[in-house]
């Protein structure tokens, strides 16, 4: 026996299909027009009728996609709401269906309309309740941001990003494509490069424990974290040597060069990066970084690298020779210095030198743990002393007359 589903003009899916269906073929006339509309309208009760969501989803976005450019952007997001909604209907494996199949309609036109379509993958996503299917969705919508040049619209989303992948539960495979993608779309919006460059690196960190077959296909990606972090002017610490993605260019005979840049950039002093340039000019201006600017990196860099002695002492002739400045701009860099926030010092100009309270670390690795452990156990003494020296003047005074510890003659 057939089961009968009452629908009616009042069901939103059958007025979006009407209501496109007569827009595509308006150009027609009547006597043509007629006929399509009313299948197309028999096609999508029949499908409301035998549950058939998918085949329906298919039938309104082809109706749909003729009319974008026919009706107001607020008409369009209310007829993709319709659509969008369809998937609300489904169980998992055929909601995944139904978001693959609207999300890839909406981004096949980038250009047009952009941040509309954006807006209507946003929707989707809100409306879907299983993880394959919203990860899906967001990777759609960060490619056609990039690909619509609408960046700035998901930007705010990559704050919640850690909270999305525990919701996701994604494997490694699908997280270098995500951390990858959001690096590319933080590269195109021109904004800090520490955010494209935190998650680039994260992309890299996902091939740590692979073999080096794998790990070669970050090559490149390994080579643009260098670079970008060489040419970043606010950028003076990372963790790239300890990334194996990374460490595999000191090796390579096309990149070794690039591993070496980065070697001076978190090692070595000035010197060393004026003698690489003049052997290497050619292979710096390929990469687009300029001298002057890795000059000015380079003198900061050496300036707090004089800072990390011992004696927290830098003698003003040292800087004028390491940094190859004159006498009178040595206070202008260390200013600089100071205004980067990768030092604090004062300068003592009548003994010509400058003294260190705190400088940063270009790299944190097991050398530099030793000399914090050291500073907290001189600190940890200090502090015992100070406790221990407060206790004694304590008893000293308790053992006092009242009132002759106190009185100033």
Request: glycine letters at 4%.
């Amino acid at each position: 026996m057939t089961t009968v589903v009452p629908t009616s003009e009042d069901d939103p899916a059958l007025a979006v299909v009407r209501f496109t269906s007569e827009l595509a073929w308006a150009d027609a006339g009547p006597e043509v027009a007629e006929p399509q509309v009313t299948r197309l309208c028999m096609e999508a009760q029949e499908c409301i009728v035998m549950g058939r969501w998918l085949d329906l989803a298919s039938l309104m976005l082809t109706s749909a996609d003729l009319v974008f450019s026919k009706v107001s952007d607020k008409d369009l997001e209310c007829i993709f709401t319709v659509i969008c909604n369809l998937a609300s209907k489904l169980e998992n494996l055929d909601e995944f269906e139904v978001a693959k199949l609207v999300s890839t309609k909406i981004t096949q036109q980038p250009n047009d309309k952009p941040a509309l379509r954006l807006k209507i993958l946003f929707n989707l996503y809100n409306l879907l309740g299983g993880p394959d299917s919203r990860f899906f969705v967001y990777m759609q919508a960060l490619n056609l941001a990039l690909n619509g040049k609408v960046v700035d619209h998901i930007i705010p989303s990559f704050k919640k990003i850690d909270c999305f992948l525990k919701e996701w539960n994604i494997g490694v495979k699908d997280q270098r494509n995500l951390f990858l993608t959001i690096a590319n779309v933080l590269k195109e919006s021109k904004s800090s490069g520490k955010d494209s460059f935190k998650f680039l690196t994260r992309y890299l960190a996902t091939f740590s424990g692979e073999d080096s077959y794998i790990i070669s296909e970050a090559k490149e990606e390994a080579v643009r974290s260098v670079i970008e972090f060489v040419r970043a002017p606010d950028m003076f610490q990372c963790d790239l040597l300890d990334i194996p993605a990374v460490a595999q260019l000191e090796k390579d005979s096309k990149y070794a060069l690039v591993y070496q840049l980065l070697m001076i950039f978190l090692t070595q002093k000035l010197d060393a990066y004026l003698e690489f340039q003049a052997a290497n000019s050619t292979l710096m201006k390929s990469y687009g970084l300029v001298h002057e600017d890795c000059i000015t990196k380079m003198r900061l860099i050496s300036l707090v690298d004089l800072g990390s002695n011992e004696s927290g002492q830098i003698p003003y002739a040292l800087i004028k020779d390491t940094l190859r400045i004159n006498d009178d701009e040595v206070e202008l860099w260390v200013v600089k210095a100071i205004t980067a926030k990768l030092m604090d010092c004062k300068m003592d100009q009548m003994n010509q030198v400058v003294i260190v309270s705190r400088c940063s670390e270009r790299i944190f690795g097991p050398h530099q743990w030793l000399s914090l452990r050291s500073k907290l156990a001189t600190w940890r003494g200090n502090v015992a002393s100070l406790i221990n020296t407060i206790q004694a003047n304590k008893v000293v005074e308790e053992g006092l007359p009242a009132g002759q510890g106190t009185t100033i003659r």
